[in-house]
C-alpha cells in the first residue's frame, strides 16, 4: 500500500508538472521571453522565470544582488504555489532572529529533513533541548585546557611535520600546486586527529585520495544541492527509487558513517587514552549521555565545521593577499616582531621557524587577525544561513513573516553593503578593523576592533555563535605565520580573472587555487 500511495504520488507530480509547463509556455507565448520581468512573482509559479534564469551558483549570486540593491537589505523570493522565503542582509533582522526572537527561529522541519540522511541529529542539524546538550558539553570540552593543549600540539605537527615540507618541496622543484586542495587535506588531518585520535595522513607528499574524504565531499555536495531543486519532490523520487544522485548520496552516507563507526568501536576497545592526549571522540563517549549513533553524528559534525569552513578562510585569504602587497608587509612585519619578542623564550623551538613559538604569541598578532577577519568579510567560509518561522512576526524592517516562511541571512552579501562598511566597502582593508593604541610599544601599535556579530555574522551570532572560533582563529595565524615567514605564495590566474565562489554548506573556490611557491629570501 505504500509503495501504491507513492506511485501515484509520483504520477500526480508528472501530470501537474505537464500543466505547470503548458502555463509557463503561454505566459512567454503572451509576452515574450525579453519582456519577462525575473524580480516580479508570478501567479502561482512566483519567481519560477528567475530560477530557471539563474541556474545553478547563479542562483545564489542574484539573491545577493536583490539583498544589496534593496533600500531594507530585504527581499521576499516566492517559490512555486504561495511559499515564500525571506532574505535578508539587514542587522537589525540578523539581531532579532538570532538573538532577540531565537526561540521562533530555529532550523526547522525543512532544513531537518533536507540534511537527516547526511547529518543526522548533529549539532547543525538540531535545534530545542538535543541542540542544547550537544552544545553544552562540546563548550565544557572545548574550554578544559587539555584539549585546548591536545589541539596545539596536532595543529604544530601538522604544520611542521607535513605542511612546511610539502611547500619546500614545492618551490625547490619548481611545480604548480592547488592550495585549496593541500589546505583541505592539512585542516582534514586536524580535525580526524582532534575528534577520533585518528591520523589519515591526507597531508602526505604523494598527497593520496581519500575514500572518507572524498565521500564526505559528496555527501556535502548533493546535500546542498538539494536546497536548490524548485521542487522538492524531484530529489524525494530519486531517493525513493534510488536513482541518480540520490543513490551516490547514500552511498557517500553509509560510507562516511561506517568509517566513523569503526573509529569509535576500536576507540572503545582502546585503553583510556591520557587527559593530555584525550581527543573530542573520547570525551563524548565519556560523557555517557549519547548513544553511539548520536555520536556519529556529531563527529561528522564536528569534521565539516573543523575542515571545511577553516580550509575555506585560509584559501580565499591567500588569494586576496596576494593582490595586496602592502598588508602582506604588514603581516610579515608582525611576525618577525613576534619572534624578534620570544627569542629568549623556552617554549620557542620548532615554532622559531615561523615567527611564532606558541599559540599565546599567535594570539597578539593582532594585523593578521584582523587581515583574516577582512578576508572572511569578503568570501566568508559559510554563505549564508536558514531559519523557520514556529509563529507568526514581523522583522524590525516592516517585513512580516508567517509561521512555517523561512528567513535566510546572507554573510556573503552582508560584506558588500555600503550601509554597513562604508562606500569603500570592496577595498581589502585589515585597518577598518583596527584601531592605533596609543599605550603600546611600536611593535604593538595596533589594537582590534570587532565588530557586532549581527553586522558580520561569519561565526554565526547569539546562542548559536560558533563553538571553535577562537580555535579557528589561533589555528589560522599559526598557519599564515608559517607559511608567509618561508614562503611567497603566487596564483596561478590569468590577471583580471576573480576565482568563482561556489556556495554549497560551506564555501569552496571553484576549480580550486593553483599557485607556484617561492621560499622567501630573508
Excluded at 176 to 182: A, F, R, S
Excluded at 246 to 269: C, T, Y
Excluded at 344 to 349: N, P
Amino acid at each position: 500500500m505504500f509503495e501504491l500511495n507513492n506511485l501515484l504520488n509520483v504520477s500526480s507530480y508528472f501530470i501537474f508538472s505537464i500543466l505547470l509547463l503548458l502555463y509557463i509556455n503561454k505566459i512567454l507565448h503572451f509576452k515574450g521571453s525579453k519582456g519577462i520581468n525575473l524580480t516580479k512573482p508570478y501567479p502561482l509559479i512566483g519567481h519560477l522565470f528567475a530560477f530557471y534564469h539563474h541556474k545553478g551558483d547563479t542562483l545564489f549570486q542574484w539573491f545577493c544582488g536583490l539583498i544589496i540593491s534593496s533600500p531594507t537589505a530585504t527581499f521576499v523570493v516566492h517559490r512555486p504555489f504561495g511559499e515564500r522565503v525571506v532574505m535578508t542582509g539587514n542587522p537589525a533582522n540578523v539581531e532579532h532572529i538570532l538573538k532577540t526572537k531565537f526561540n521562533n527561529y530555529q532550523k526547522g522541519p525543512i532544513f531537518r529533513n533536507t540534511l537527516r540522511d547526511f547529518l543526522g541529529d548533529g549539532i547543525l542539524n538540531v535545534d530545542g533541548e538535543t541542540w542544547k546538550l550537544q552544545r553544552q558539553v562540546a563548550i565544557h570540552e572545548f574550554n578544559t585546557k587539555s584539549l585546548r593543549k591536545y589541539i596545539e600540539n596536532v595543529v604544530d605537527f601538522e604544520l611542521f611535520h607535513r605542511l612546511i615540507p610539502i611547500l619546500t618541496n614545492t618551490a625547490q622543484e619548481g611545480t604548480i600546486l592547488d592550495l585549496q586542495d593541500v589546505l583541505q587535506r592539512f585542516t582534514f588531518d586536524n580535525i580526524c586527529k582532534i575528534s577520533f585520535g585518528y591520523d589519515p595522513e591526507y597531508l602526505t607528499p604523494s598527497l593520496p585520495r581519500g575514500e572518507f574524504a572524498d565521500a564526505l565531499e559528496d555527501a556535502t555536495m548533493i546535500s546542498t544541492r538539494r536546497f536548490r531543486v524548485l521542487f522538492p519532490l524531484v530529489w524525494k523520487i530519486r531517493r525513493f527509487f534510488n536513482i541518480g544522485s540520490e543513490k551516490r548520496l547514500k552511498e557517500a552516507v553509509l560510507e562516511v558513517r561506517e568509517f566513523a563507526r569503526s573509529i569509535i568501536r576500536q576507540r572503545k576497545q582502546r585503553t583510556k587514552p591520557s587527559i593530555e592526549t584525550e581527543d573530542l571522540l573520547s570525551r563524548f563517549l565519556n560523557n555517557g549521555q549519547f548513544e553511539e549513533e548520536n555520536v556519529i553524528d556529531i563527529v561528522i559534525a564536528f569534521i565539516l565545521g573543523g575542515r571545511d569552513t577553516t580550509s575555506t578562510a585560509l584559501t580565499w585569504f591567500f588569494w586576496v593577499l596576494q593582490k595586496n602587497h602592502v598588508v602582506e608587509k604588514e603581516i610579515l612585519k608582525e611576525v618577525q616582531n613576534r619572534k624578534n619578542g620570544h627569542e629568549g623564550d623556552s617554549s620557542y623551538q620548532t615554532g622559531a621557524q615561523t615567527g611564532c613559538s606558541s599559540f599565546t604569541q599567535v594570539k597578539e598578532m593582532v594585523y593578521t587577525h584582523a587581515a583574516l577577519c577582512e578576508s572572511m568579510r569578503l568570501y566568508p567560509p559559510v554563505p549564508a544561513d536558514t531559519k523557520q518561522a514556529e509563529a507568526d512576526d514581523v522583522l524590525p524592517d516592516g517585513t512580516p513573516v508567517r509561521q512555517g516562511m523561512r528567513v535566510s541571512y546572507f554573510p556573503y552579501a552582508m560584506g558588500r553593503l555600503e550601509s554597513i562598511w562604508g562606500p569603500h566597502w570592496a577595498e581589502y582593508r585589515p585597518e577598518r578593523w583596527l584601531e592605533v593604541d596609543v599605550d603600546a610599544d611600536e611593535t604593538n601599535k595596533w589594537r582590534f576592533v570587532p565588530r557586532d556579530g549581527y553586522s558580520y555574522p561569519v561565526f554565526q551570532a547569539g546562542a548559536r555563535t560558533c563553538i571553535g572560533k577562537e580555535m579557528a582563529f589561533l589555528q589560522m595565524k599559526r598557519v599564515v605565520a608559517g607559511i608567509l615567514s618561508k614562503f611567497r605564495v603566487i596564483p596561478v590566474i590569468k590577471e583580471g580573472l576573480e576565482p568563482i565562489y561556489v556556495p554549497n554548506l560551506t564555501a569552496k573556490m571553484e576549480g580550486g587555487l593553483l599557485v607556484r611557491i617561492e621560499e622567501r629570501i630573508v
